[in-house]
């Protein structure tokens, strides 16, 4: 603690709140890395929250009382990806193949995520009459881990070994993004399509199959940002579908690329960084009233800052023209081959 | 190992031509179409519609109900009195206006994503003066000042960045899209903090407005209705006749050669992002002065994202988008019939609406382009 801050806890809610964040960024930046931009985070994590409670709910009812958690979980995870990804393919199909706008697909593809999410969410509740919720196996398998000795080590367990599985999974995703982009040949391929397509296709990289395998794996990656909204938020709604339970989050997603400027390291510490700012005000505000007393900042304060700070970030490095920190060239145009 | 695959093929084939150019010519390749008749545009339109509906129909009975009756309910439910028709009327009348500033940006290539938060900044405008002034002025003269204060804010929120991609080639984007959620969260201050109704025993709500704040109705539906089709006459003219709407046409085709021919391409910029967030304010006011008499952080409904797709999906004519507004207005309204009768969850629409979207946007590449099959007798060989 510092001072009346109790940094533990906020920390450890911080990346509770960050890491749907880092799930919908990673992915939004494997697919804007091969030159699309797709503006259909926010439904594609609604189709993976969606898939992945239904999965489970559909596992459970029909393997009975011999359900395995775990099983139930992976499934979960497993069908929460798959979803994510076919949001992912819809929007290859119509900005690669079929050459629509991608700004409008993208809106099209929210659109019909957020429709098809809650509706799958709605139409399990009415199913389960009333509302669908999962056993309390597989939410145990969604909560947090707890590991012999590290796990009890005063502070640091709390700080680094006691987060629900999927938290580790982000971050090796993000580590596994890094090592793909920037050390291996595919990584530097998918680089090249996603800033100069013309150049890629010309020595012989095949553009579309790079854009449609990364626009998918992408969406996949988004969709578990989704599950991990629906099966493993804290508080008492894990495993159970509520209505409208993303929230926009896929949006402050597509935020925090531009903030992480196309990094997944940067992705790590500004979702930790954005999800701190929504868990702050909860925390700043005692401390502050140590004193201050009767002092307060309105929530809104704190949920602006993020797009403030993305904004700022944007005019920054569209003024000092830094390719560095820019977005892919290529990305929001569709490549065609003839109009080389 | 592969290259040398390709290269022994390569060997093969060159002994034989035939065999070299079956190799090399793919199954089906696109060519692009130089013009497209209108009865042919109408016709794949029309298809993708159906098709799109032909796939809802099959979820519809998936999930036990008849597509055919279900259908035919949202119609009803939202054509089939006059009392749901006003209903549905009220509920195009946003995607109108919004579309229409849309279009003025998209066909400047300004990607304004940005209508949301231009929507907010109007309403909450035009409600600040509905709120706190009512009673200094009469109710035309309060309207007048909502209407002016409204497009004020949504144009100036619209300009903010415009202002950086005229300057800096700031990508607009991202910038509008940020923006939306800066004017959201500025309404939620004011309607959690400031403008909260003491008198509304601590729900978070702002008060209604004076009856001298609301627009008055013409065959029952608010005259946002007639603002909206003045509007889309306005703009057409503006599009298709001024020197103005002719620049925006130079600039969304090519930025060089709008320089080239003597065009201040940052003023355009500016000056139709004004506008376009202008028009977006407009239906901010229409929203608090004739639906809601309120303002809340939910103002927009969403409108802003949805009149992106009516524009598109008009090809950015005014007059097309009357019909496309009116559609979607359609599915919006009769969801909520189809809930009432059949529990089929309301988001039903939303899938729906996103479906139609699929097959509109695909479809348009059957227009601009043509298939050619190997083979086929319109080969031209060598």
Redesign the interface.
């Known amino acids: 603690m510092v001072g009346g801050f109790d940094f533990t806890n906020f920390f450890f809610m911080a990346v509770i709140a960050a890491t749907p964040l880092l799930f919908a960024t990673l992915g939004e930046i494997l697919t804007e890395k091969s030159g699309s931009l797709n503006l259909g985070v926010e439904g594609m994590m609604f189709m993976g929250a969606a898939a992945g409670i239904a999965a489970s709910y559909f596992y459970e009812t029909a393997a009975g009382s011999g359900a395995s958690g775990i099983v139930s979980a992976l499934l979960a995870v497993l069908i929460g990806f798959l979803a994510g990804a076919f949001g992912g393919f819809i929007y290859s199909l119509l900005t690669v193949t079929l050459r629509a706008n991608q700004n409008v697909t993208g809106l099209a593809l929210t659109i019909f995520g957020i429709g098809a999410g809650n509706l799958i969410g709605e139409l399990l509740g009415i199913r389960a009459g009333g509302f669908t919720t999962v056993s309390d196996s597989t939410k145990s398998v969604f909560s947090g881990i707890s590991i012999p000795f590290l796990s009890d080590i005063p502070v640091i367990g709390r700080l680094f070994f006691s987060y629900n599985f999927m938290v580790y999974l982000a971050v090796a995703t993000a580590v596994l993004l890094i090592v793909l982009l920037n050390k291996t040949r595919v990584g530097l391929n998918l680089r090249g399509v996603g800033e100069n397509p013309a150049t890629a296709d010309a020595v012989g990289i095949n553009v579309t199959k790079y854009k449609y395998i990364a626009a998918s794996v992408g969406g996949g990656i988004c969709g578990l940002g989704g599950v991990y909204i629906s099966m493993a938020t804290v508080g008492g709604n894990a495993g159970t579908w509520i209505d409208n339970c993303i929230a926009g989050r896929g949006w402050i997603a597509v935020a925090l690329v531009i903030f992480a400027a196309w990094r997944p390291s940067r992705a790590i510490i500004g979702a930790l960084l954005f999800g701190g700012l929504s868990a702050l005000w909860l925390y700043f505000d005692p401390w502050l009233q140590t004193f201050l007393p009767n002092a307060s900042i309105p929530q809104q304060i704190y949920n602006v800052l993020p797009f403030i700070a993305t904004i700022l970030v944007l005019i920054f490095t569209s003024i000092r023209q830094s390719k560095e920190l820019s977005q892919p060239k290529a990305c929001g145009t569709n490549y065609f081959r003839e109009e080389r | 190992m592969e290259d040398e695959k390709v290269t022994e093929k390569e060997n093969v084939t060159i002994a034989g031509h035939d065999e070299y150019k079956e190799h090399h010519e793919p199954l089906v390749r696109?060519v692009?179409r130089d013009t497209v008749s209108r009865e042919r545009a109408i016709a794949v339109r029309a298809a993708a519609i159906v098709s799109a509906l032909v796939v809802g129909g099959i979820l519809i009975l998936f999930?036990g109900h008849n597509p055919i009756f279900v259908y035919g309910d949202m119609v009803n439910g939202s054509l089939g009195s006059a009392l749901v028709l006003r209903e549905t009327a009220r509920m195009a009348i946003p995607l109108l206006i919004t579309g229409m500033g849309i279009a003025l940006a998209f066909k400047m290539r300004f990607?304004n994503?940005g209508a949301e938060g231009q929507i907010i900044a109007g309403a909450t405008a035009a409600s600040y003066f509905a709120l706190f002034h009512h009673q200094n002025m009469p109710s035309p003269v309060l309207l007048m000042v909502m209407f002016a204060a409204a497009v004020v804010a949504g144009g100036i929120w619209g300009m903010i960045p415009a202002v950086?991609k005229a300057k800096?080639?700031?990508?607009e984007?991202?910038?509008t899209?940020?923006?939306?959620?800066?004017a959201l969260?500025?309404i939620?201050?004011l309607q959690?903090?400031p403008w909260r109704d003491p008198g509304m025993m601590g729900f978070p709500v702002i008060s209604m407005f004076n009856i001298s704040a609301r627009l008055p109705r013409v065959f029952g539906v608010h005259v946002g209705w007639i603002i909206a089709l003045v509007l889309v006459a306005l703009v057409y003219i503006y599009m298709k006749k001024s020197k103005q709407g002719y620049e925006i046409t130079v600039v969304g085709e090519s930025i060089q050669t709008a320089r080239y021919a003597g065009i201040n391409v940052k003023l355009v910029f500016l000056r139709t992002m004004f506008i376009s967030g202008a028009i977006a304010g407009i239906t901010g006011f229409v929203t608090v002065a004739g639906a809601n008499f309120t303002i809340s952080e939910g103002v927009t409904g969403g409108v802003g994202?949805?009149a992106?797709?009516v524009a598109?999906l008009a090809k950015l004519n005014p007059a097309a988008m009357i019909a496309i507004s009116v559609f979607l207005a359609i599915l919006q309204k009769g969801s909520g019939t189809i809930q009432t009768i059949y529990?089929i969850?309301e988001?039903?629409?939303?899938?729906?609406?996103?479906?139609i979207?699929?097959f509109m946007?695909?479809c348009?590449?059957f227009l601009?382009?043509k298939l050619v099959f190997k083979n086929s007798k319109k080969e031209v060989t060598e």
Do not use: D, H, V
Request: glycine share 8%.
């Open positions: 696109m692009k999930m990607w994503i950086f800096w080639n700031t990508n984007t991202l910038f899209l940020m923006l939306n959620y800066i969260e500025g939620r201050y959690y903090g994202f949805t992106i797709t598109w529990n969850p988001s039903a629409a939303q899938l729906l609406i996103g479906l979207l699929f946007l695909g348009e590449f601009n382009f």
